[in-house]
């Protein structure tokens, strides 16, 4: 393999990570290696795990020094405790030692036409207080440690306040974002049986207000659980006095946080899977898990401290929401932004990172992509002189992105790129500011995560792909699945490929260098004539054409053993899927990767299907294709637009009819195929 020269290098090795590896060196009998070389110190943390997570508990102040500890057990994953017997709480190490008056959090809205972003700043003071009296009023309500509290909420302050609040007294916390369904949200909050709903009476998005006071009362319908309903006004709309409380009267009256002491793997939250393979999962996380992930990724790899701004665009649907929250766990400000990524322009963010004074801004690589093709300059058109960083998640980053951003932001700027998932709520590879960056690639494993690719057989691999695994078990790995007995699901989801050993599901290559390419997911991998290939490097190729706003490609077997490679192409705004415009992808993607990627149809389609967070459908899309409905590949509140899975549906029975329903394949060139409108082409 050709070793690529990096996009950004290190200036200076003078960063917390180097700060925090001196430190085990001197305390933690690490090997004195680990002070200059990142990946000594990753070696270090892998194969002494108890020496390093015990040094994360110290070093940040998670662990009490008068508590000796037993660092994990020794049960194999997915039976591993971590720091059995010893009590914690997030709440109370967030606020530990804060400055009263500087900003803890600010929150920005969506401007109605021709107005200003609105900015609300909380100071630490005004955030504990809120998060005291948010607390005081659950315990009102007599909610007590163990029961749910349920947002369906935007992202804004007050979501924010609510969770906070719901973790001080040790009751557990789950989210999702208003433009969920009200059945989707019950789909999910309802399997928790919460005794609190906390709304919003709606939102604003796109430059139009969306009302959402009827959904909340139609999700407390669905949720017979819920005993109190607290709603937050952003339009408003006055509630029925009789059926919620406002979140003024939740606000009323003065109060001291005092966070409940808890268990180390007391649940903290619980995230839910995509639902793209039935129904949601709900995946609990714990307080001291967390702490310990959050403390390190945020601090070490992603280098934030006080004084720093954290920007990062989700949605509280998404596992990055709470990412973003634990900023707060390093003292830094965290920005909470509730709008569209192109209103009132396509450089809203942008203009967002600048006005708030953003050192760190995430975003997605289909943001940086569509910054790029409206060739915007933030560089020069925002004052982005303290941002130092852009994280990139969702999926693969394409390696013109570094390019873009060096060129167009500004070139000292790092790309940090992370893989991971809701199920470790970080990522297993990414980036540290000590270490280069590679176009198109994770710089490395992350520090405690023991991360490999394997081959079918379990036997580890380089330079090609190979599974994504993790051999050793991590403190934020889930405590559990909701309504899991004997962890069957659980153990199901990651353990049933490889006995004993965490399989994630993405397929990756580690490099000779150390860094990680992530391919896509292994359950949608390309398989032709038997060579294995990843749909995110024909995205990264084919998404970079001007004429394509985006592609969806999967690889069918078929009854009589062929095997079926279509991609499905939504081209740019007024451009037409032509012969000409197919021959200049399959010229790209020949040029670009080689002649096995080119695919064997190219249709066009209006829209392609995704998770509310943004990934694409590529394995239900596959389904349907071989024959499943629509309705049973996945949660139709997961989806964007379910409509679209309808279309494949439409789409492969009338393939089915011009090819006749046993025929063998036929290659695009002999058989007339539909376009998105279902009409032959």
């Known amino acids: 393999m050709t070793t690529p020269l990096p996009s950004w290098t290190p200036t200076t090795h003078d960063a917390a990570i180097t700060e925090f590896a001196r430190w085990c060196a001197a305390h933690r009998a690490a090997p004195a290696a680990v002070e200059q070389d990142y990946r000594e110190l990753w070696e270090w943390s892998v194969a002494q795990p108890s020496a390093f997570w015990s040094a994360i508990a110290d070093y940040f102040g998670i662990v009490s020094g008068l508590q000796r500890p037993t660092v994990h057990t020794s049960d194999p994953m997915p039976g591993t405790r971590w720091f059995p017997g010893v009590t914690v709480n997030y709440v109370e190490r967030l606020f530990r030692d804060r400055a009263t008056d500087d900003i803890a959090l600010i929150d920005v809205a969506e401007p109605q036409a021709g107005a200003a972003f609105p900015v609300r700043r909380f100071t630490w003071s005004r955030l504990r207080g809120e998060v005291a009296a948010f607390a005081a009023a659950l315990r009102s309500f007599g909610v007590r440690p163990g029961d749910r509290v349920v947002g369906y909420l935007p992202n804004i302050a007050e979501t924010v306040v609510a969770f906070l609040g719901t973790a001080s007294i040790g009751a557990v916390w789950a989210s999702c974002g208003q433009e969920y369904s009200p059945q989707a949200a019950a789909n999910r909050f309802g399997q928790l049986e919460p005794v609190v709903l906390v709304t919003a009476d709606g939102y604003r998005f796109g430059g139009r207000e969306h009302p959402r006071h009827d959904e909340a009362e139609e999700l407390r319908g669905l949720l017979p659980t819920v005993r109190y309903s607290v709603q937050i006004s952003r339009l408003g709309i006055r509630p029925p006095s009789w059926r919620v409380i406002t979140w003024d009267q939740v606000l009323s009256g003065n109060h001291q946080l005092a966070p409940a002491v808890v268990e180390f793997s007391h649940p903290l939250w619980v995230l839910f899977s995509s639902g793209t393979t039935g129904q949601p999962k709900g995946i609990v996380h714990g307080h001291g898990g967390i702490l310990l992930e959050h403390s390190k990724a945020l601090a070490l790899h992603n280098g934030l401290k006080p004084g720093e701004v954290f920007l990062w665009y989700t949605t509280p649907s998404w596992m990055v929401w709470n990412y973003l929250v634990s900023g707060l766990l390093t003292g830094c400000t965290i920005v909470c932004y509730d709008g569209s990524t192109t209103h009132p322009g396509p450089d809203v963010l942008w203009g967002l990172a600048a006005r708030t004074g953003a050192t760190f801004f995430g975003t997605s690589p289909g943001h940086l992509a569509a910054s790029a093709k409206a060739r915007l300059r933030p560089g020069r058109t925002h004052d982005l002189g303290v941002l130092r960083a852009i994280g990139s998640s969702g999926s693969p980053l394409p390696a013109a992105a570094n390019a873009w951003v060096a060129e167009h932001v500004r070139p000292d700027v790092q790309v940090m790129s992370i893989s ?262």
């Not at 199920?423 to 690639?441: H, M, N, Q, R, Y």
């Not at 000779?512 to 997911?521: C, E, K, N």
């Not at 590529?618 to 509140?637: I, M, T």
């Not at 329903?661 to 409108?677: I, L, R, Y």
């Open 420 to 681: 991971g998932g809701t199920d470790i709520v970080s990522a297993f590879a990414g980036s540290a500011p000590t270490l280069p960056v590679w176009p198109g690639e994770l710089s490395a494993p992350c520090l405690g995560v023991a991360l490999d690719a394997w081959d079918h057989d379990g036997k580890p691999v380089r330079d090609r792909p190979g599974e994504l695994v993790v051999t050793r078990p991590m403190p934020s790995m889930p405590v559990h699945f909701w309504n899991d007995p004997g962890d069957r699901r659980y153990r199901d989801s990651y353990f049933s490929t490889y006995r004993g050993v965490w399989r994630h599901g993405d397929w990756i290559t580690i490099t000779d260098r150390g860094s990680v390419i992530v391919h896509g997911r292994s359950d949608a991998t390309l398989n032709r004539n038997g060579v294995r290939m990843g749909s995110g490097d024909i995205y990264q190729v084919v998404e970079s054409l001007p004429e394509v706003a985006e592609a969806l490609v999967i690889g069918a077997e078929q009854p009589d053993g062929d095997y079926w490679m279509p991609m499905f192409v939504r081209t740019s705004s007024g451009v037409s899927l032509d012969d000409p415009l197919r021959d200049r992808i399959r010229s790209a993607i020949r040029v670009g990767l080689s002649p096995l990627h080119v695919p064997d149809d190219i249709v066009s389609v209006s829209g392609i299907p995704h998770t509310r967070t943004g990934k694409k459908l590529e394995v239900p899309v596959k389904r349907v294709l071989q024959g499943a409905e629509p309705d049973s590949v996945a949660d139709h509140g997961s989806v964007d637009d379910p409509g679209l899975l309808a279309w494949f549906a439409h789409y492969r029975e009338r393939r089915k009819s011009l090819l006749g329903a046993h025929a063998p394949f036929v290659g695009p060139a002999s058989v007339v195929m539909p376009d998105d409108s279902g009409e032959p082409r």
